[in-house]
């Protein structure tokens, strides 16, 4: 009789620890977390999915929305963690976080502070997307996608997917973290946008060691995504022989030997650009000869898409490709006599190659 009493208690022992009462509270005591946004007057937005079991408490919220927020003004993170807790009156998780939108306004050392503050917080993975918006984070996290579905966010979704942009410019927090900690290398964000159809990123923001950022130019951008070999899909048109042809399905490899002087860092910069045929004249037959003409002029457009973004690097005094942390860690004397603060902006000299591919598919195959 002993040890029937001894089974049955053990049994309810744990079954009452499996019901999460221990030390974590149900998914009905708790708010789950997969965006946060940060404006330039400190006002903190709070993304959560709308589960009936998360914000059957919260009055205001209906059931039919796909997200709800919350939203507060603070000083710091913890403070606006805390004073959101408080309003939503349950456990906020932020094990799930999947993207901190912050406003383009604020500084280097602002955005630093945020995710400092973020990374010190020991249950938040660091591996959460990044990004900046000129206009009102609030307004952007919100904004409905037919892709979304809860509690997947559909911008954090945005970066993961393979065909919805021409490169890959995400940021990972841990990225960020890692390029705003080390000398040689101007940390970078995308600049998040409202299109017609959802967001869209199409532009990056540098972030020098003091002051804000600086916006890169549409042109000068897509030349970044090429020397730093990101772009997946990219497309334009070139001219063979006063003809026109478009080139798609462009996708790139580069690769860079650095050197540091303790006036300025040397990058050989050799990049392979392949891509198809897209569309051509009308009267014209796409042999392979023509194939190598236009392989040759793309290979000149991306050089010269190349060439602008490294003038516009030298302009803003900023190394968003970290060419200087990677030279001073191959020589170590010669980066000892620099200031830390000014390896990134130590002007480049670059010497580019890029050798344009056309593949044997596309409006002729």
């Known amino acids: ?8 208690a053990m049994v309810a022992i744990l079954l009452f620890g499996l019901t999460g009462c221990w030390d974590q509270r149900s998914i009905s005591q708790r708010a789950v977390v997969v965006a946060v946004g940060v404006s330039a007057h400190n006002l903190w937005t709070f993304v959560f999915p709308n589960v009936t ?3 059957s408490s919260l009055s205001s919220i209906k059931a039919s929305d796909e997200f709800y927020d919350l939203s507060t003004k603070a000083d710091s993170w913890s403070q606006a963690r805390t004073r959101i807790q408080r309003e939503a009156n349950h456990q906020i ?13 604020l500084t280097t050392a602002q955005v630093a ?53 021409a490169a890959s410019l995400g940021v990972r927090t841990w990225q960020w973290w890692d390029r705003s900690g080390t000398p040689g ?12 159809h959802g967001a869209l990123v199409r532009q990056l923001l540098v972030y020098r060691s ?3 950022p600086r916006l890169m130019p549409r042109k000068v951008t897509q030349g970044f995504e090429y020397i730093m070999g990101h772009v997946t899909n990219g497309a334009f048109p070139v001219t063979v022989d006063g003809k026109s042809y478009g080139v798609s399905r462009v996708r790139d490899r580069a690769h860079v030997n650095v050197m540091l002087t303790r006036q300025f860092v040397v990058a050989h910069i050799r990049i392979t650009a392949a891509g198809v045929i897209s569309s051509a004249p009308i009267d014209t037959m796409i042999t392979r000869n023509i194939e190598l003409l236009v ?8 050089l010269q898409r190349c060439l602008t973004t490294i003038q516009w690097a030298n302009q803003t005094k900023t190394d968003p490709f970290g060419y200087a942390k990677q030279a001073a860690w191959l020589d170590n004397e010669t980066a000892a006599e620099i200031p830390p603060p000014k390896l990134s902006t130590l002007p480049i000299h670059a010497f580019i190659s890029v050798r344009g ?3 044997g598919e596309g409006v002729a195959h």
């Open 93 to 105: 998780s932020l094990g799930d976080l999947q993207l901190l939108l912050v406003s383009a306004n």
């Open 113 to 165: 502070q945020i995710v400092d503050a973020i990374n010190m917080d020991g249950t938040i993975p660091a591996s959460f997307w990044i990004a900046a918006s000129k206009t009102s984070p609030k307004t952007l996290l919100l904004q409905p996608s037919p892709q979304s579905v809860v509690p997947t966010f559909y911008l954090a979704d945005y970066f993961t997917c393979y065909g919805c942009h």
């Open 295 to 302: 392989g040759q002029a793309t290979g000149r457009e991306v």
């Open 357 to 359: 591919i056309i593949r």
């Open 1 to 8: 009789m002993m040890h029937r009493w001894l089974r049955i």
């Open 53 to 55: 079991t998360t914000v």
């Open 185 to 196: 290398v101007s940390p970078y964000l995308p600049l998040v946008s409202p299109g017609r």
């Open 210 to 212: 003091q002051g804000t």
